[in-house]
């Protein structure tokens, strides 16, 4: 997947080595010689959808006639659905090549329900994380044969996805927070954020940037509502997590990232440690529980402190953005902000006034904050588009 002309004029402008007439004329000859390209986005997004309901059928079908087969016919289609996609990719690879990336990424998905219905045919009763681990390895393996992004991509969600589900199965019975993961998964979701840089933008890190940027609002509203460090009432008598694998937890969820981090932008990983430090600290803006009753530990802040880190997170966001000029971290950046003042208010404010004051005021907030933001958003990006620092 090329680099859209449009992306690619503006870096030459800004850069000073085309004028603003040349890239008009560069356009308007580019356009002239593949009108077709207009077609580009309806097709792929057809070609995604089908590929997203052929893989809901094909398993509906199999779920629909699972009992009424046998051990041996059940194996045999598994066999066939992890055969028949990458044999069709690859016939249709010269043809349309979009259409044989959708085939390769549907037989890589079929992989890992080949792999957890040839468990349950032979009643294989084992560590469920390496089933997992035996689909990323898959994935792996398509991304090194074929390198396409929707391998990557694959790749990016089971991996972690693996490590979570060890962590889960090695703490059971353990009394254990969930801050290890909830802030190592954001730490790996800025990570596949800031995948896309001005040198490098490859199909694989623009599949990880969306990645990232999908996950990581979410994530960080759950970081900072994974609240107080407690393990509730039914752990009160549960052993400690080992100190070993404590450690070793924690540090695969902060290297891990910044390992990533390094290998995908060398130099300019320095602002993802500066990342570590922020997702850190909020793990102090927490209460903890003791037997004797509720202290607050002596580094947690006041009730306004994880709003205000959160804030400072948004702020370095749009700043990231200007420093390396990616508007999608600048909108990012943004939207933090907003729904970090939208969390305060629903929570801390809007108790503390009356029905119409409080809806007055929420009005007041969508309306006038609203505005004010999107303003400030549009300068912020016309100035990364522009050039101006």
Known sequence: MAIPLDKQLERWVS?????????????????????????????????????????????????????????????????????????????????????????????????????????????????????????????????????????????????????????????????????????????????????????????????????????????????????????????????????LLLFTGWAIAICAPVALAFALRKSAAWTNAIVVAWVLVIGTLRATHEDTGRTISMFAWNSLGPYLWAGVGALGMVGWGLLERRRERINLGVAGFALTVIIFYFSDVMDKLGRSASLIGLGVLFLFGGWALERTRRQLVARVAGGTQ
């Open 15 to 243: 850069a000073g080595v085309v004028d603003a007439s040349m890239a008009a004329r560069i356009r308007t000859f580019e356009e002239s010689q593949s009108p077709s390209e207009r077609l580009r986005w309806p097709v792929l997004l057809a070609v995604a959808l089908g590929g997203v309901l052929l893989c809901a059928g094909v398993l509906l079908f199999v779920a629909a006639h699972w009992d009424e087969l046998s051990p041996a016919w059940r194996f045999t289609l598994v066999l066939f659905l992890v055969a028949v996609f990458p044999i069709a990719g690859a016939l249709t690879e010269e043809r349309f090549p979009a259409l044989s990336t959708t085939f390769y990424a549907i037989g890589t998905v079929c992989v890992g329900a080949g792999v957890f219905l040839t468990a349950q045919i032979f009643n294989l009763q084992e560590h469920w994380p390496s089933g997992i681990l035996m689909w990323a390895i898959g994935a792996l393996a398509g991304w090194l044969l074929l390198r396409h992004w929707t391998q990557a991509a694959l790749m990016a969600l089971l991996v972690p996805a693996w490590l979570a589900g060890e962590w889960e199965v090695r703490t059971e019975g353990f009394a254990v927070s969930n801050r290890l993961l909830t802030e190592g998964l954001l730490l790996l979701a800025i990570t596949y954020l800031s995948a896309r840089t001005s040198g490098e933008d490859s199909p694989a890190r623009r599949a990880l940037a969306w990645i990232g940027g999908l996950a990581v609002l979410p994530l960080g509203v759950w970081a900072f509502l994974e609240g107080r460090e407690t393990y509730g009432w039914g752990w009160r008598n549960s052993p400690d997590v080992p100190p």
